[in-house]
């Protein structure tokens, strides 16, 4: 059973305008949750992350929402550069053990 | 700063080889340490986490077996390689502590392995 999901494989935004990546989870127990972002044939690299005390994170052009509720994460980039072209994870920990459960990822491409 | 290197970054290898990817983090002490594998098209899959030298924890059977004979270094092993043994394999690093479960994992470059 796939407890954390992103269901858009890929997304194809124009420079400038704001991608947003989206990521839900199932399981109630997860309090933590992050973004990371990935080149190919290159380690996933650590964007950004939310605690469950929080619905929204923000870091330079890279923001997290939270939506607890709905069990739903998102992440906006505004404006989006061409460099920002690569595949984004999601992933959630239960805080009890500090694994990471990992979405399927998707492949974000900013056209110039 | 903390730095985390993994070799080889790719590797070929015949079914029914032994198996040996090396993950040393410098840097930073008692980390927890983490082995995952990305099948193509998919997901980072949890193979293996350490919370210290000789506490490893498997998380899915498999043909694989991991050591960490020093604080600092994690050791992906298999005795004999089977086709499915195919992936990206990445090695992590988190802090540890009172709240190591809120710290971001960071990972490797990943070794590419192929069976043949």
């Known amino acids: 059973d796939q407890q954390v999901k992103q269901n858009s494989p890929s997304l194809s935004v124009q420079e400038g305008r704001i991608s947003i990546l989206n990521c839900d989870y199932t399981?109630?127990?997860?309090?933590?949750f992050l973004w990371y972002k990935k080149y190919p044939a290159e380690g996933p690299t650590f964007l950004i992350s939310?605690?469950?005390?929080?619905d929204k994170n923000e870091d330079g052009r890279f923001t997290v929402f939270l939506n607890k509720s709905a069990k739903h994460l998102s992440l906006h980039i505004v404006p989006s550069q061409p460099g920002d072209s690569a595949v984004y994870f999601c992933?959630?920990?239960?805080?009890?053990?500090?694994?990471?459960?990992f979405g399927q990822g998707t492949t974000l491409q900013v056209k110039p | 700063s903390q730095t985390i290197h993994q070799w080889p970054a790719t590797l070929v290898q015949p079914v029914g080889s032994p198996l040996s990817l090396e993950c040393t983090v410098e840097?930073?002490?008692?980390?927890?340490l983490y082995w995952y594998r990305q099948a193509a098209g998919r997901g980072l899959q949890l193979l293996f986490y350490?919370?210290?030298?000789?506490?490893i924890s498997s998380e899915v059977p498999q043909n694989l077996s991991a050591s960490r004979p020093q604080d600092r270094q994690f050791i992906l092993s298999s005795k004999k390689l089977l086709l499915s043994d195919s992936g990206f394999y990445l090695c992590?690093?988190?802090?540890?502590?009172?709240?190591?479960?809120?710290?971001?994992?960071?990972f490797g470059d990943g070794t590419r392995l192929s069976i043949l």
């Open positions: 992933a959630a920990s239960d805080g009890n053990t500090g694994k990471l459960i």
């Open positions: 399981n109630s127990m997860f309090d933590y």
């Open positions: 350490s919370i210290g030298i000789d506490q």
């Open positions: 939310i605690s469950s005390i929080k």
């Open positions: 840097g930073t002490s008692n980390p927890n």
């Open positions: 992590a690093w988190s802090g540890t502590g009172l709240s190591s479960s809120n710290q971001p994992q960071h």
